[in-house]
């Protein structure tokens, strides 16, 4: 198995630390606001990368944070006249419901930044007895990292300091005054009494204050995935500054830290990377109601991790198009095959080509082919009704889509994708189409062609497709 290793620029086989185990640990969400496409596409990526592994023999440890503190956490709790913490729990459960929806799995521990003070502390305290932190001479309680005390500065992204811009400064212009170097960022922010609340400060040798974004990933994976791991991954966005100063704050303390590093591509939208800030989100719930989840996990499964993907709801309902001829090739092998029971994840089932594709760094597209081609075959074979080879097709097929996490028959699915009305609605419409149908039948029966046809038209108006089979005529939306 290869992947892409960003650190390098270049694909590596996977070479695990310990054999037999894999670890994980993916940046998760800053929770200030709901969650849209782009923020999911990093839980949706990387957890087809657990289920691979997962597949491939690895006992997977996966950790996924949630940055609950922050600058922005606190700058839109203030605008909306709320604690934090509330608008950090909250955004927390929208997050839970997106993924979810979306069929994400638990991780193995999902940490939380507050959780994880004295670990913070603990790291910074030994950055600055190292010599690679110092505390701001001014009172402040601020504690920053010295890029320069760190001669590897910039190896992840290939950067020169000297070429770097400053660090951000936040919510707190006068930072930059306290730092050695404008690269310097921050690993403690000192409580700013008169903008900042109370309850937004924790006790520190340097006093109250509270962690630095990048402090923050570093000590939870430190703690879960222990000094030196194998994965770390992430958003593109995030490799510099986050991942640069995470790798390096974690380095200078003495931990060799990730041996890879993976980032998946931004979703867009004209263009630009999906963000609040430019305000071309879409959030979970509104693209929902427009397609099903699985439509839109398929959607963004079926492109490669590292590719941008332009977000359109005309390329989702094409997606959603083309995952209909999978689905609707299983609902009628099960049809006629009666019990189908999903595949194992093993080589014989899920095919040479769906292998090598998911082998080579995560290859979706070449395998998501692999689904259409296997799906072709078994539409020779239904025509003949129910054999053993239409039930090997279809076996095989549920396979390869339980490793991209959309099968359609997994009964995750059927449990949490449809709404008490929307099955209403669906049961009203075999109704409706059965009813069209036995038209259709008389009107045969009674060689008249015109009113068959005509049937068959109207329903074809409505959006579903009619097949005649052996078996009997089989609709589709």
């Known amino acids: 198995m290869r992947l892409y290793d960003t650190a390098t620029r270049q694909v590596r086989d996977f070479v695990p630390l310990e054999a037999g185990k894999a670890g994980i640990y993916l940046c998760g969400l800053t929770v200030q606001s709901e969650p849209h496409v782009g923020h999911v596409r990093s839980g949706v990526n990387f957890d ?172 939870m994976a430190l703690k879960y995935l222990g000094g030196s791991f194998d994965i770390h991954g992430g958003g593109v966005d995030l490799r510099f500054p986050h991942h640069e100063n995470e790798q390096a704050q974690s380095r200078a303390a003495g931990f060799g830290f990730a041996s890879y590093w993976m980032h998946n591509a931004w979703i867009t939208t004209a263009g630009e990377k999906m963000s609040k800030s430019l305000g071309n989100s879409l959030t979970i719930p509104a693209v929902l109601e427009h397609t099903r989840a699985i439509d839109l996990r398929f959607y963004m499964v079926a492109a490669h991790y590292r590719s941008h993907v332009e977000f359109s709801f005309e390329a989702l309902d094409e997606a959603a198009a083309g995952f209909a001829r999978i689905e609707h090739f299983l609902v009628r092998a099960r049809d006629l095959l009666g019990d189908l029971p999903p595949g194992e994840p093993v080589e014989s ?15 979706t597209p070449a395998a998501v082919a692999a689904v259409y081609d296997a799906v072709r075959e078994g539409n020779k074979l239904l025509a003949a009704g129910p054999s053993d080879a239409l039930r090997t097709a279809a076996t095989s097929v549920r396979a390869m889509l339980a490793v991209l996490g959309v099968d359609p028959l997994d009964p995750r699915w059927s449990a949490g994708g449809s709404s008490a009305r929307e099955e209403r609605l669906t049961a009203a419409v075999d109704a409706l189409v059965a009813s069209l149908l036995e038209q259709r039948a008389a009107a045969r029966a009674a060689k008249d062609f015109a009113k068959a046809d005509a049937i068959r038209d109207q329903l074809k108006a409505a959006g579903i497709d009619l097949e005649d089979t052996p078996q009997g005529p089989q609709w589709s939306l």
Not at 349 to 363: E, K
């Open 48 to 219: 087809v990368l657990r289920r691979w592994l997962t597949v491939r023999g690895y006992d997977v440890s996966f950790i996924r944070n949630i940055t609950d503190i922050d600058d922005k956490i606190l700058i839109k709790s203030a605008e909306q006249g709320r604690p934090w913490y509330n608008l950090a729990y909250a955004m927390r459960r929208e997050l839970d419901a997106a993924y979810d929806a979306l069929n994400v799995q638990a991780p193995t521990y999902e940490p939380a930044a507050t959780g994880h003070v004295p670990e913070m502390i603990e790291l910074i305290s030994r950055l600055v007895a190292a010599g690679h932190a110092y505390a701001a001479e001014d009172g402040s309680g601020d504690v920053y990292f010295d890029v320069r005390s760190w001669p590897s500065y910039g190896e992840l992204t290939g950067q020169r300091i000297d070429d770097m811009e400053a660090a951000e400064v936040a919510a707190d212009p006068h930072s930059a005054a306290r730092k050695r170097d404008p690269r310097d960022f921050a690993l403690w922010k000192g409580w700013k009494k008169e903008t900042e609340p109370e309850t937004a400060a924790w006790p520190s040798p340097w006093g109250p204050g509270r962690p630095g974004w990048h402090i923050e990933c570093s000590a």
């Open 349 to 363: 089932n899920l095919g040479t080509a769906f292998v090598q594709a998911m082998d080579d760094d995560l290859g």
